[in-house]
């Protein structure tokens, strides 16, 4: 069965420093595994994708995620935050098991401080 | 990427009324989309799949006499709530995707029920 756990259900930091984002999952099969951002009163942006390739992903906005297969994570950084990063965090497993299924992370929103 | 539009954004409804929401996948087709139900401060839970030409797929625990899926074309699904009442009120996010594609998510509806 899969299953996904975004460790923090809050992240606060300040604009200019580091930005981490954890989650972990469990899959039977060969994941594929996404981050959505949402903003408030929005739906959602796909922000970055693995699929079996290159296991460092970057994406857009300067956010990246590795997937570490040995540690069943995929944590989404940015190296530098901006206020406009302010947002809810979704990470997301989705496997294809002859009938398709998505499992979305609870969700971490995250602060950013000026 | 692909665009996929949901409409309404937002609509207000009396209770015992019905609401239709629409779901269009716009340069692509889509074999399956989902439906998605998010309660405040709260994570997307799946409702049902749909794939075209056939019936919804329900999550356990969503009355498919209340929540009406149709998927009648490969570019358009439509959500229903019939009946709706005050704990209906939600977020209602779409997201479509073409075989074995990544899924694209619609803005979302706002459903309030008064």
């Known amino acids: 069965a899969q299953s996904v756990t975004q460790l923090d259900s809050h992240v606060s930091v300040s604009e200019g420093t580091p930005v981490l984002l954890r989650c972990n999952y469990s899959?039977?099969?060969?994941?594929?595994l996404f981050w959505y951002v949402q903003h408030p009163n929005k739906g959602l942006q796909l922000l970055l994708k693995?699929?079996?390739?290159?296991?460092l992903v970057k994406g857009i906005n300067g956010f990246e995620a590795e997937f570490k297969k040995s540690e069943t994570s995929f944590h989404l950084t940015k190296p530098s935050a901006h206020m406009s990063d302010a947002a809810e965090y979704f990470c997301?497993?989705?496997?294809?098991?002859?009938?398709?299924?998505?499992?979305f992370g609870a969700g971490t929103r995250l602060f950013v401080k000026a | 990427g692909a665009v996929v539009s949901q409409h309404p954004s937002r609509v207000i409804c009396k209770s015992g009324t019905s609401v239709k929401i629409e779901c269009r996948s716009l340069?692509?087709?889509?074999?399956?989309m989902f439906w998605y139900r998010q309660f405040p401060k709260q994570s997307l839970m799946l409702m049902a799949t749909?794939?075209?030409?056939?019936?919804?797929?329900?999550e356990q625990g969503v009355e498919k006499d209340k929540f009406l899926i149709n998927h009648a074309s490969l570019t358009l699904s439509t959500l229903t709530v019939t009946s709706a009442h005050p704990e209906d009120s939600s977020f209602y996010i779409c997201?479509?995707?073409?075989?074995?594609?990544?899924?694209?998510f619609g803005q979302g509806t706002r459903l309030t029920v008064v």
């Open positions: 997201s479509a995707r073409w075989q074995d594609t990544e899924a694209f």
């Open positions: 899959s039977s099969y060969s994941p594929s």
């Open positions: 693995y699929t079996s390739a290159a296991t």
């Open positions: 997301v497993v989705s496997e294809d098991t002859g009938g398709f299924k998505t499992i």
């Open positions: 340069d692509f087709q889509a074999t399956t």
């Open positions: 749909s794939n075209e030409g056939s019936k919804a797929t329900y």
